[in-house]
């Protein structure tokens, strides 16, 4: 029998009465609990692993200053004083702060509404897009500088749109006539309490919006103008697209009609517009996969001018390049805009 309280060969002896099933509790870096927790400089650990404090890295850091030698008359080999460390600024940037207190319902509910929840709901939407100073607009709307707080035509257009009307806007008008704190009105209300006051608000801002774009809009549709009007000279003095557009002509009125190229009958014009529509009449056997009838008018004007090079086209057509990027629809609607402004 072995002797009670030691184990048998081999084994550890077993554990002391009342401490079956009981672990010794373990404390994890960056998870102390309760007390030891709150007990810690900033309320938590920081997630490194400890080695043992004899080791040699580590071994000067308590010593003297860095001017001085060590025992063993080594340069030690900090520049630097351990000591030194600000704990109070690491409390001050680590440790929990305290929760500032709810606001105060009472005064929350107590904020007056003057304008409608939905004519408020659109126009502090359209702000937080725009982040303007509305005090510095208003006073750019006051003195027509754009300088003092620039605004696009498309942002001008958008607050404009959700601006309320001045039977909305007139609660507010009377709020501020009677010289009322302004502090009590909610948000939005406040915002744009500056820019109500104004008088004729809504066409001052499109003045003053256009004011900033007039300049460059008027050069760019002048410029694009210019470009068109070059390129429309030279296609009207080609030489080249003269002697295509007979070509077509005589090939339109054969197809078309029956009429022949020395026929007496007078030739039906058609629209220049709709030349590109020559690809959608295709071959049956041309000289190539996908021949159509646009291919077969340049190779009717090439074997009665072999010696046309594509130079001769970029000669008499210099401009076209410049003008491809004009779009005729856009530029209309631009100088239809310029001139209701």
Request: with cysteine.
């Amino acid at each position: 029998a072995n002797t009670p309280g030691k184990a048998p060969p081999g084994k550890k002896p077993p554990p002391p009465k009342g401490a079956a099933g009981k672990a010794t509790p373990r404390c994890q870096p960056g998870k102390a609990g309760g007390g030891a927790r709150d007990a810690l400089p900033i309320g938590r650990r920081l997630s490194l692993k400890t080695l043992r404090n004899d080791a040699e890295a580590f071994s000067g850091l308590k010593s003297p200053p860095p001017e001085q030698e060590r025992d063993d008359g080594r340069q030690r080999l900090l520049s630097v004083d351990p000591a030194a460390v600000d704990f109070d600024a690491l409390r001050t940037a680590f440790a929990p702060q305290p929760r500032a207190p709810p606001k105060n319902k009472l005064a929350r509910s107590a904020r007056l509404e003057l304008l409608p929840r939905d004519v408020a709901q659109n126009i502090g939407i359209v702000l937080a897009k725009l982040r303007v100073d509305t005090r510095k607009l208003a006073n750019a709307l006051q003195e027509l500088d754009p300088t003092i707080c620039s605004i696009s035509p498309d942002e001008a257009n958008r607050l404009l749109d959700v601006w309320p009307s001045t039977e909305v806007s007139q609660s507010l008008l009377d709020y501020s006539a009677q010289g009322s704190d302004p502090v009590l009105l909610r948000d939005v209300e406040r915002q744009i309490l500056p820019l109500v006051v104004i008088s004729r608000m809504g066409a001052r801002l499109r003045l003053m919006a256009l004011a900033g774009t007039l300049d460059e809009r008027v050069k760019e549709a002048l410029g694009q103008l210019a470009r068109l009007q070059v390129v429309c000279s030279q296609l009207q003095s080609s030489t080249i697209l003269r002697d295509l557009i007979a070509i077509i002509a005589v090939t339109y009125n054969y197809v078309n009609f029956g009429t022949h190229a020395r026929s007496q009958e007078v030739l039906r014009g058609f629209d220049v517009q709709s030349l590109l529509r020559l690809r959608e009449t295709k071959a049956y056997r041309g000289d190539f996969s996908g021949f159509h009838m646009l291919h077969f008018v340049l190779k009717q004007l090439l074997q009665q001018m072999p010696d046309l090079h594509l130079s001769h086209f970029d000669a008499e057509f210099a401009g076209l390049q410049a003008a491809a990027s004009v779009t005729i629809d856009r530029l209309r609607q631009e100088l239809a805009q310029l001139r209701g402004d």
